[in-house]
């Protein structure tokens, strides 16, 4: 068998998989609405009829009363520990996300570092020298670094005054 003949076996594959599982999206799209449209009160009122019906029946109550006060504090730090542990696996979990989101920043960091290094190499291979502008900053700064900030331009008012020599001391 030929190379294009296993890439057409294998493309045939692929679309008889999607076909199958859009029919299978659908089908289950049809049994939640059908399930859902099925629960109705009067049917929901029966179920919780008979559920209670049976609890009571078992009478779970007469083998809980039997319990010790040991084997209370057994179950609930059993309990406990079950919570604990879905804890630490929720952590492990965040944890190890966090890992890889911290890989793939450092090899952003890497790429972003490289580039501006090379841009530095270009800057230091370029002869020409840095002249600044009348106002002291270079050409492509913002207009409002380059504008001067008008509360230096007057005096300080007699309480700004104050207050200032009253912090030095």
């Known amino acids: 068998m030929g190379f294009h003949d296993l890439v057409r076996r294998v493309e045939d594959s692929e679309r008889a998989l999607?076909?199958?599982?859009?029919?299978?999206?659908?089908?289950?799209?049809g049994l939640r609405g059908s399930w859902r449209k099925g629960w109705t009160p009067t049917r929901i009122i029966l179920l919780g009829l008979a559920a209670g019906l049976l609890?009571?029946?078992?009478?779970?109550?007469?083998?809980?009363?039997?319990?010790?006060?040991?084997?209370?504090?057994?179950?609930?730090?059993?309990?406990?520990?079950?919570?604990?542990?879905?804890?630490?696996?929720d952590a492990a979990t965040s944890a190890e996300v966090a890992?890889?989101?911290?890989?793939?920043?450092?090899e952003i960091a890497a790429?972003?570092?490289?580039?501006?290094?090379?841009?530095v190499e270009a800057a230091v291979d370029d002869t020409r020298p840095f002249v600044p502008s009348a106002t002291g900053y270079p050409p492509g700064a913002p207009e409002a670094r380059r504008r001067a900030d008008p509360q230096w331009d007057s005096a300080p008012r007699p309480a700004e005054a104050a207050t200032e020599l009253s912090e030095q001391r």
């Open 99 to 106: 890992a890889d989101e911290a890989a793939v920043a450092s």
């Open 111 to 119: 790429g972003t570092t490289a580039g501006v290094a090379a841009k």
């Open 18 to 29: 999607e076909l199958r599982r859009a029919e299978a999206k659908a089908s289950w799209h």
């Open 55 to 89: 609890v009571g029946r078992a009478r779970p109550s007469r083998a809980l009363a039997g319990l010790s006060a040991a084997r209370w504090v057994q179950m609930g730090t059993s309990l406990w520990s079950l919570g604990a542990s879905l804890r630490a696996k």
